[in-house]
């Protein structure tokens, strides 16, 4: 067969096979235009700009972008009825060259013919378009430097720049076009950015109409407030566990029968903070006790010293500090970060660290029907101020008191606090009382929610 002929042959076999290939793809096409469910756009892509207030990731055009390469917690937020964006980012989004002058007074904008001059020391912005008009404006807050991340107030860009800002329940969007996203945007929006929320600049209580945010706080009481101002309003933990609902009042007295009570003693004279975690996890229905507990909690191994007058021992911050298991070697005890961090090996996802807070949002966790882990005392109450000693640790010098003692929260009523005592020696301790002792050996509680949490980006 001459070399030509066979060539030809191969070629139509590629070609039939392609056939072949393309048949079922061809039909699909089809198909989906004849739905009317499939559709091309040969378009440039957008370059518009959406932020969603906490985020720390926006959208531009088609790609999800960092607000800050270098900082993790810059996102834009509100004061006084500003919104602020880290200046950096505006000015690489928008082509503009960003520069502060030498006298430290002003931060600019440009942009060809287009400038924005931020006063930074008096609420003016002065505003320069392409067709050569000129404005200054009144700013509710000057730029302001968080994080090592300068951000300067939104609004003049739409001006200076030819963009038209539209919002939407937290979610901003700088557009080239005068016509208002439509509502199934706002959504698509909203729920793609507030996986990226900056909890850790922010604070992790997040306040929320429906599933928008309006607000993330550091402190539960802040959070409670605000949320209270406007009807509807919860509160959540990082945006996921419900932390406050006016539909769920707190009891005016509760006691939770779910936590067993379970003795330190006679394995573990100093055990009492894995004791209390064991009747915590066992109330969730975790079946781990508090020996196992003891061997996996985080350990700070340096050894007891005395020099120079002072006294060099381990951080109960770091892990737990000395023999757990005899009173024949120095020892204290530990407190509620090494407790979380093995807490979240059995319930993963689902412990809150709410050392910080206030006796109430304690007290409301309990009245949910979840029992609270906490630092106390021996006294049940504060404790002298002559029981405190000092140690120097790695950290640098911290106070303790061997009075330290780990209780279970598990009820309460107008006059008592009703906790699990892994000594046995009590079952009760009046408000005040509680208050006092647990606020001196600052505030330390973990409890957990009731579901597991739904993925979220990191």
């Given at each position: 067969?001459?070399?030509?002929?066979?060539?030809?042959?191969?070629?139509?076999?590629?070609?039939?096979?392609?056939?072949?290939?393309?048949?079922?793809?061809?039909?699909?096409?089809?198909?989906?235009?004849?739905?009317?469910?499939?559709?091309?756009?040969?378009?440039?892509?957008?370059?518009?700009?959406?932020?969603?207030?906490?985020?720390?990731?926006?959208?531009?055009?088609?790609?999800?972008?960092?607000?800050?390469?270098?900082?993790?917690?810059?996102?834009?937020?509100?004061?006084?009825?500003?919104?602020?964006?880290?200046?950096?980012?505006?000015?690489?989004?928008?082509?503009?060259?960003?520069?502060?002058?030498?006298?430290?007074?002003?931060?600019?904008?440009?942009?060809?013919?287009?400038?924005?001059?931020?006063?930074?020391e008096a609420g003016k912005?002065?505003?320069?378009?392409?067709?050569?008009?000129?404005?200054?404006?009144?700013?509710?807050?000057?730029?302001?430097?968080?994080?090592?991340?300068?951000?300067?107030?939104?609004?003049?860009?739409?001006?200076?720049?030819?963009?038209?800002?539209?919002?939407?329940?937290?979610?901003?969007?700088?557009?080239?076009?005068?016509?208002?996203?439509?509502?199934?945007?706002?959504?698509?929006?909203?729920?793609?950015?507030?996986?990226?929320?900056?909890?850790?600049?922010?604070?992790?209580?997040?306040?929320?109409?429906?599933?928008?945010?309006?607000?993330?706080?550091?402190?539960?009481?802040?959070?409670?407030?605000?949320?209270?101002?406007?009807?509807?309003?919860?509160?959540?933990?990082?945006?996921?566990?419900?932390?406050?609902?006016?539909?769920?009042?707190?009891?005016?007295?509760?006691?939770?029968?779910?936590?067993?009570?379970?003795?330190?003693?006679?394995?573990?004279?100093?055990?009492?903070?894995?004791?209390?975690?064991?009747?915590?996890?066992?109330?969730?229905?975790?079946?781990?006790?508090?020996?196992?507990?003891?061997?996996?909690?985080?350990k700070d191994t340096t050894?007891?010293?005395?020099?120079?007058?002072?006294?060099?021992?381990?951080?109960?911050?770091?892990?737990?500090?000395?023999?757990?298991?005899?009173?024949?070697?120095?020892?204290?005890?530990?407190?509620?970060?090494?407790?979380?961090?093995?807490?979240?090996?059995?319930?993963?996802?689902?412990?809150?660290?709410?050392?910080?807070?206030?006796?109430?949002?304690?007290?409301?966790?309990?009245?949910?029907?979840?029992?609270?882990?906490?630092?106390?005392?021996?006294?049940?109450?504060?404790?002298?101020?002559?029981?405190?000693?000092?140690?120097?640790?790695?950290?640098?010098?911290?106070?303790?008191?061997?009075?330290?003692?780990?209780?279970?929260?598990?009820?309460?009523?107008?006059?008592?606090?009703?906790?699990?005592?892994?000594?046995?020696?009590?079952?009760?301790?009046?408000?005040?009382?509680?208050?006092?002792?647990?606020?001196?050996?600052?505030?330390?509680?973990?409890?957990?929610?009731?579901?597991?949490?739904?993925?979220?980006?990191?």
């Amino acid at each position: 067969m001459p070399r030509i002929v066979r060539q030809l042959n191969r070629w139509l076999l590629f070609l039939i096979l392609l056939a072949l290939c393309a048949f079922p793809f061809q039909n699909f096409i089809l198909s989906k235009l004849k739905e009317g469910s499939l559709s091309f756009s040969f378009g440039p892509p957008s370059d518009d700009i959406v932020l969603l207030l906490y985020s720390n990731t926006a959208r531009v055009g088609r790609y999800l972008v960092p607000l800050a390469e270098s900082e993790p917690k810059a996102a834009p937020y509100q004061e006084k009825g500003e919104t602020l964006v880290p200046a950096r980012f505006l000015a690489d989004k928008l082509d503009a060259e960003l520069a502060v002058d030498k006298s430290g007074r002003t931060l600019t904008l440009s942009r060809d013919d287009a400038k924005i001059t931020y006063s930074l020391e008096a609420g003016k912005v002065s505003i320069a378009t392409p067709s050569g008009s000129k404005s200054a404006v009144s700013v509710n807050t000057l730029p302001v430097q968080k994080d090592g991340v300068t951000y300067v107030p939104l609004r003049p860009a739409s001006k200076a720049f030819g963009r038209h800002i539209y919002s939407s329940d937290g979610v901003i969007a700088l557009t080239t076009t005068q016509k208002a996203p439509k509502q199934e945007k706002w959504n698509e929006w909203r729920e793609e950015l507030s996986s990226y929320l900056a909890y850790d600049a922010f604070g992790s209580y997040a306040v929320k109409m429906g599933t928008s945010y309006a607000a993330l706080f550091h402190s539960w009481e802040d959070a409670v407030n605000y949320a209270k101002q406007v009807p509807g309003r919860r509160v959540t933990y990082r945006g996921q566990h419900v932390m406050w609902d006016p539909k769920k009042p707190a009891p005016k007295s509760i006691r939770l029968n779910g936590a067993p009570l379970i003795l330190q003693l006679p394995e573990l004279p100093r055990g009492c903070e894995v004791t209390a975690l064991a009747m915590l996890l066992q109330s969730a229905g975790q079946k781990v006790d508090k020996m196992e507990l003891a061997k996996n909690i985080r350990k700070d191994t340096t050894p007891y010293e005395k020099k120079n007058g002072g006294i060099y021992f381990g951080n109960p911050h770091r892990g737990f500090v000395g023999d757990m298991y005899t009173f024949a070697n120095p020892g204290l005890g530990v407190y509620h970060e090494p407790i979380a961090a093995v807490a979240e090996k059995y319930l993963p996802g689902r412990i809150i660290d709410m050392t910080g807070t206030s006796l109430d949002h304690l007290l409301w966790t309990v009245g949910q029907g979840t029992p609270v882990w906490v630092i106390h005392t021996t006294l049940y109450d504060s404790v002298p101020a002559n029981a405190w000693v000092t140690w120097n640790t790695a950290d640098g010098p911290i106070q303790v008191t061997y009075y330290e003692h780990s209780l279970l929260v598990i009820g309460y009523d107008e006059q008592y606090v009703y906790v699990h005592d892994p000594l046995g020696r009590r079952d009760r301790i009046t408000r005040a009382a509680f208050k006092r002792g647990w606020e001196q050996m600052g505030s330390q509680a973990i409890t957990y929610t009731k579901t597991a949490p739904t993925a979220q980006a990191t």
